[in-house]
């Protein structure tokens, strides 16, 4: 990718958390996503309605994070 604005470049601490999560597989927070809301599923039936909200909440945290990991894959760093 070639670095149009040099002036909006990455600090180091970006950089490195970046060629980290490049590292992972997509699939791995697609699956935390669905885990969480079977984890949700189970926690409600048993009757504890505000865990089940709790843990259902951290589907789009985790499909957000996916993302980020494409992107990072797709784009790289500056």
Do not use: C
Request: charged share 15%; glycine share 8%; proline share 5%.
């Amino acid at each position: 990718m070639s670095n149009q604005h040099p002036e909006h470049t990455e600090g180091p601490v970006a950089t490195a958390i970046e060629n980290q999560t490049a590292k992972l597989p997509s699939d791995i927070f697609l699956w935390a996503a669905l885990g969480s809301i079977g984890v949700s599923l189970i926690l409600k039936v048993k009757g504890s309605r505000h865990n089940a909200l709790f843990v259902g909440q951290w589907a789009a945290p985790f499909l957000l994070l996916g993302l980020y990991n494409k992107l990072v894959k797709v784009e790289g760093n500056d």
